[in-house]
């Protein structure tokens, strides 16, 4: 058999015989060796010992899967094809029988194909698998051992593209993910294990473009607040976990410690009015309960430290503080603006 040194049986159909360095070789066509098809060139040396020896030679197996190319003292060497029975072909370098060197392998379907490094029959250095049955996916980076191993780019068939590091197969160290649904696109850029944000990163929801205002004559854009969530900070198992920030679309930010994706323990709220909440956290929500804190929840270090002691707005810490100062003395308590 190919890759091995088992010699090859007598055959009784006649052959072309050369001599060749004292060693005479034969081209033989389809003959039988042991149920298997070899066509090319058979040589003896002087003691009888026989082999596979030719340059363009063609072998065959009962379950009708070939090799067409070089063989070397019966061992399949050099540049080749095989044929599976399922109609998955290789092209390209052989050593001692295994795919090693370049090559090119198209699966039975015709759709996924990979181009690149083997080693020993595996898939090892730098290559591209591609798939093609809906629109393109690929994959295009290093491999070790036949797994995606250090860096390497991924693109989906539904256009979401991963490029980073991978490790025996899984997403893992840093890199950067993008997906795209239905047009709202999310990006992470950060560090990842086992195909999860695993670690410190950075996780922005980009919504779609602001409308834009259409006349008669003119079109031009809205004006518009910030369009995106963002969150930066540690992640576990793929959740926010740890201390981390998230930025709000409509200005507002949390900075404060998650569990399992929410907020729990001590963080500070602050709306997008200015307005702050700092304190503890339990289950997504304040841990004295809902409402809209006002400035006694700043603290004594948060307020405006203006002037002297007796500086009567030293403590004002919005426009509304000054209101009783600012209102001249006939208006009492009546309510601005009634």
Known sequence: ?????????????????????????????????????????????????????????????????????????????????YTWPDGSTFSGQLKNGQRHGHGVFVAADGLTEYEGQWKQGKRHGHGKLTYRSSGIAYYDGQWQEGCKHGHGIQVWPSGNRYEGEWRCGWIAGEGKMVWSNGGVVERYEGHWEN??????????????????????????????????NNYVGDFRNGLRHGRGVFSYANGATYDGDWLKG???????????????????FTNDAFG???????????????????????????????????????????????????
Not at 262 to 280: A, F, L, N, P, V
Request: proline share 7%; aromatic share 6%.
């Open 262 to 280: 929410i907020k729990e323990g001590q963080g500070r709220y602050t709306y997008e009015d200015g307005k702050i909440h700092d304190g503890g």
């Open 195 to 228: 195909d999860k944000r695993d670690g410190r990163g950075s996780h922005t929801w980009e919504a779609s473009a602001p409308p834009r205002l259409v006349t008669d004559t003119v079109s031009r854009d809205m004006p518009s607040q910030q369009l995106n």
């Open 1 to 81: 058999m190919p890759g091995s040194r088992n010699q090859p049986k007598k055959s009784s159909k006649r052959t072309k015989v050369r001599a060749v360095n004292n060693e005479n070789v034969q081209k033989v066509s389809e003959q039988d060796f042991a149920g298997n098809t070899f066509s090319g060139e058979i040589k003896s040396d002087p003691a009888g010992a026989r082999s596979f020896d030719s340059k363009h030679g063609k072998y065959s197996w009962p379950n009708q899967a070939s090799y067409e190319g070089p063989l070397v003292d019966s061992r399949i060497e050099g540049s080749g094809k």
């Open 288 to 338: 004295g309960g809902e409402g809209v804190p006002g400035s006694e929840n700043l603290g004594p270090e948060r307020v405006l430290n203006i002037g002297a002691e007796d500086n009567p707005v030293r403590r004002c810490v919005d426009v509304s503080d000054l209101l009783p100062f600012c209102l001249p003395v006939d208006v009492g308590h009546l309510e601005v603006g009634s």
